[in-house]
Every structure is written in C-alpha cells, then in structure tokens.
C-alpha cells in the first residue's frame, strides 16, 4: 500500500495563477483533510470531507476549493493564488480516529 | 473551543538526556489525545494516542499519560538520541466529532546533539 500520496511535492506560482493539489489514498477511508502548515501556526485545517460527494469548511477556507469525486481521491484548488498561500500543505485520511498523514506539497507564490 | 497548549521551543537536549514536551488541552468531555511526530522534509506520523482517562499511550521509548485532573498529555522519554530530532505535535480530536477533526498544537521543535 502506498497509503496516502500527494502531487506534486513542489510548485512555484506567480500570484493571480490557479493550480489543483491531488491527495490520493488506497486504504479505503472514510474521512480526508486538507490542512496548511506555517512556521509558529502548527497545522490548520482548510477544509475536510467525510466521504464522497462530500465537503465542509474548516478552520482556514478563505481561497480554497475542494472536490471529493471519488472516495479515494480529495482534490484542493487554489483559483488565484496570493503569497499568503505560500505555505506547506498535507493531506490526511482517516477511517475513524487516528489520521494517516502525506508526505506533504511545498507551495511558494511570488 | 478546543485548543492544545504545548510547550514553546525549541528545546536542545544533549544525546541520552530526559525529555518532557508539556502539553494540556481544552475540549468539552472526554477527547482523544496524539502525539505526532514530524521528522525533517516529511510529513506528520503518529508517535502515540490514548483515547480515555489514565490510559498510557508508548511507542519508541516515549510514553504519555492522559491526565483528566490536570487535562494534560506530557511527552516523556528517558534517554533522547540524535535520531529523535524532529518537530513534535500534540493533538486531540473532539468526543462526538462525526468528522474527527483534529486540533493542534503548534509544535515543539526538539534539537539532539551527540
């Protein structure tokens, strides 16, 4: 099992662009999250799903879209990208409650 | 709300020390707790978790109680090793949380000097 990957692991925008992050995972779960890591912030949750077809706000969603067409797959776009969205983003999965992390996308925006 | 207060970093412990990262929480009821563990470039893994009160969650020599009294989940080790420099986060996830989200602390960067 790969367990959950993301695409890609860099990426340089300039601002105003768009682009889509993949998070994929093959163990059957449930639950997806996409959550933004920054220095001192620890890690905010941007917006999660609870199963297909499904999607909810979290803590930091302003900028941000999500599409959970396929159970195994959790999709978060960016439609105009601004630096403050220069981050490091992961994805999780979970089938209850413990979350299965990836290896993580580093986004910068010029 | 929820929320997870950890000790601010980083810390910088000479090889075979002893280690505490003090953590305590706010949540209503009874909350899962974790411990994540993010070693440099990667992404976030599960150290330990104890999901009622008194349990010891333990796994490569760290262990953490669950203390309903004092609503803390101190990360121990007794003897730290180079190896376990890494950035260490506590978490819990919200009793009757249909989508069991978690909340975070903000980390505590952890330093191994041989």
């Known amino acids: 099992n790969a367990g959950v990957t993301q695409t890609p692991k860099f990426r340089v925008l300039k601002t105003g662009q768009s682009m889509t992050l993949l998070c994929a995972q093959d163990?059957?779960?449930?639950?997806m999250y996409w959550y933004r890591q920054d220095p001192g912030m620890g890690l905010r949750l941007i917006h999660y799903s609870v199963g297909e077809g499904t999607t909810a706000k979290g803590e930091v969603p302003d900028g941000y879209n999500v599409s959970r067409l396929k159970k195994q797959n959790f999709l978060l776009g960016l439609e105009s990208a601004a630096p403050s969205q220069t981050s490091v983003y992961f994805c999780?999965?979970?089938?209850?409650?413990?979350?299965?992390f990836g290896p993580g996308t580093r986004l910068t925006v010029l | 709300g929820n929320s997870v207060t950890q000790m601010e970093g980083p810390v910088t412990l000479s090889e075979e020390a002893f280690l505490t990262i003090n953590c305590t929480y706010t949540a209503t009821g009874y909350p899962s707790l974790f411990w994540y563990v993010q070693y440099p470039g990667e992404g976030l893994q599960l150290l330990l978790k104890?999901?009622?009160?008194?349990d010891k969650g333990s796994n490569k020599g760290f262990e953490a109680t669950y203390r309903k009294e004092t609503t803390s989940f101190h990360l121990e080790k007794g003897s730290v090793q180079v190896s376990d420099s890494a950035v260490y986060f506590c978490?819990?996830?919200?009793?009757?949380?249909?989508?069991?989200?978690?909340?975070f602390g903000k980390g505590t960067k952890l330093s191994v000097i041989p």
């Open positions: 163990m059957n779960h449930e639950y």
């Open positions: 978490a819990l996830i919200r009793p009757g949380a249909g989508s069991y989200q978690l909340t």
């Open positions: 999780a999965s979970s089938p209850a409650n413990e979350q299965f």
């Open positions: 104890a999901t009622k009160a008194d």
